[in-house]
């Protein structure tokens, strides 16, 4: 479904504090960016924010990045993290939000930013063959992701999609990254500590199962 334009997006989320304008501006520098200097996680696709939501304000000795590419749902972000850090009591600043092509994200991220861990949740599955190189987990990505992902760091996968899941194993395997942990129904798996994005609680009251991996270096 196509979001409708929302002209008060861009303005609100260029008054936060906590919206990075231009990326580019910080590559190599991330860690400097936050108050403190602690491990930096990064969300691909953040959505409305839920799922950084709960993580970031529970986590304060983790620096997280989150990335969308529309302006009207990353202020549906912007509002979700603050009202977690504010319910919490909590101070925000170990975020930062973007808007960013994830296609690109060797544009924003190098070697110097050292990312420990990368979510993945719930990306488009591209099924047509011609488009499958635009898929978040697709041999492509996932090298550029190892340009800044550290040599112990972790890809934490989620989604609904079999096609996709199936595939992006193979994925995996061509970027020489080892399957940690794989489930096909997490949620009556033995993981714990899993956080619940929206779209995982919409497939989930569908009957449809999430399948889960944390792919390392």
């Not at 060797?106 to 063959?129: A, M, Q, V």
Request: glycine share 4%; net charge negative; hydrophobic share 35%.
């Amino acid at each position: 479904m196509r979001m409708r334009r929302k002209p008060w997006a861009r303005p609100e989320l260029e008054a936060c504090d906590f919206f990075i304008v231009d990326p580019k501006e910080l590559k190599g520098k991330w860690n400097n960016s936050y108050k403190k200097e602690q491990p930096i996680y990064l969300e691909l696709g953040c959505g409305k924010g839920t799922f950084m939501a709960v993580h970031a304000s529970h986590n304060k000795n983790i620096n997280y990045i989150a990335i969308d590419i529309k302006d009207e749902v990353l202020v549906l972000a912007k509002r979700n993290i603050e009202k977690a850090f504010e319910e919490l009591g909590e101070s925000l600043d170990n975020v930062k939000l973007m808007a960013q092509e994830i296609l690109l994200i060797d544009e924003i991220l190098g070697e110097e930013d050292s990312i420990e861990r990368i979510y993945i949740n719930f990306c488009n599955p591209w099924p047509k063959e011609r488009h499958k190189k635009r898929r978040l987990t697709h041999t492509r990505q996932l090298e550029n992701y190892k340009k800044f992902l550290t040599s112990n760091g972790e890809i934490w996968f989620k989604t609904d999609d079999d096609e996709l899941f199936e595939e992006s194993l193979e994925y995996f395997k061509e970027s020489g990254l080892n399957i940690k942990y794989i489930t096909y129904d997490l949620h009556n798996s033995d993981f714990e500590g899993n956080v619940k994005t929206e779209h995982e609680e919409m497939f989930t009251a569908q009957g449809i199962k999430t399948k889960f991996l944390i792919a390392t270096r």
